[in-house]
T-cell receptor, first 113, second 117 residues
Framework: GAGVSQTPSNKVTEKGKYVELRCDPI?????LYWYRQSLGQGPEFLIY????????DSGLPNDRFFAVRPEGSVSTLKIQRTERGDSAVYLC???????????FGPGTRLTVL | GESVGLHLPTLSVQEGDNSIINCAYS??????FIWYKQESGKGPQFIID?????DKRQGQRVTVLLNKTVKHLSLQIAATQPGDSAVYFC????????????????FGKGTKLTVNP
């Protein structure tokens, strides 16, 4: 079956701009996670959704970052006033719900110039 | 094993040899551990997992060993193939303090495996 998909695969933007990153989870998965991966590092947790609600947003670095999942399926990660330090690969994962295995998408590589 | 800096630990093996990748975890309360494989430009791919009530679990060509006493995890790959070349991450499942828990994954920094033909 189809895995987790993310769009766009690459996004280049200028400092100060707004970006949206999209995640389509595996069908039937109720849990959705966003992670951020910097070069040479392991992924770092950002936010977790169970259904439509954000159950844990403790990993969001500041209030420029926000994520939604209005219908309990597709999720959008939104970054306002981007900074060069936001450059990273943003990964999405989904599962049937904890403690089930998390399956990752290919990621969106964000570059802030 | 775990890196304390920005440089990935590396492991280089000959095709056909067995590989052992080590990982130390930090939270004695973690009860679920996963190994992921990440190829360049791709997302992490699930390999095998183990729960804290087990010491060993085997999959196809892979074995995970868990030593809770010293908080150590290892991944053994039998008859390593060139297609096994990738970065391998261990992750611990750490239940968050948020209501209902989230069981977010906490990743180590990874080990880069290179398989020489």
């Amino acid at each position: 079956g189809a895995g987790v998909s993310q769009t766009p695969s690459n996004k280049v933007t200028e400092k100060g701009k707004y970006v949206e990153l999209r995640c389509d989870p595996i069908s039937g998965h109720t849990a959705l996670y966003w992670y951020r991966q910097s070069l040479g590092q392991g992924p770092e947790f950002l936010i977790y959704f169970q259904g439509t609600g954000a159950a844990d947003d403790s990993g969001l670095p500041n209030d420029r970052f926000f994520a939604v999942r209005p219908e309990g399926s597709v999720s959008t990660l939104k970054i306002q006033r981007t900074e060069r330090g936001d450059s990273a690969v943003y990964l999405c994962a989904s599962s049937f719900g904890p403690p089930d295995t998390q399956y990752f998408g290919p990621g969106t590589r964000l570059t802030v110039l | 094993g775990e890196s304390v800096g920005l440089h990935l630990p590396t492991l280089s093996v000959q095709e056909g040899d067995n590989s052992i990748i080590n990982c130390a975890y930090s939270n004695s309360a973690s009860d679920y551990f996963i190994w992921y494989k990440q190829e360049s430009g791709k997302g992490p791919q699930f390999i095998i997992d183990i729960r804290s009530n087990m010491d060993k679990r085997q999959g196809q060509r892979v074995t995970v060993l868990l030593n809770k006493t010293v908080k150590h995890l290892s991944l053994q790959i039998a008859a390593t193939q060139p297609g096994d070349s990738a970065v391998y991450f261990c992750a611990e499942n750490r239940e968050s303090a948020a209501q209902g828990g989230s069981e977010k994954l906490v990743f180590g920094k990874g080990t880069k495996l290179t398989v020489n033909p």
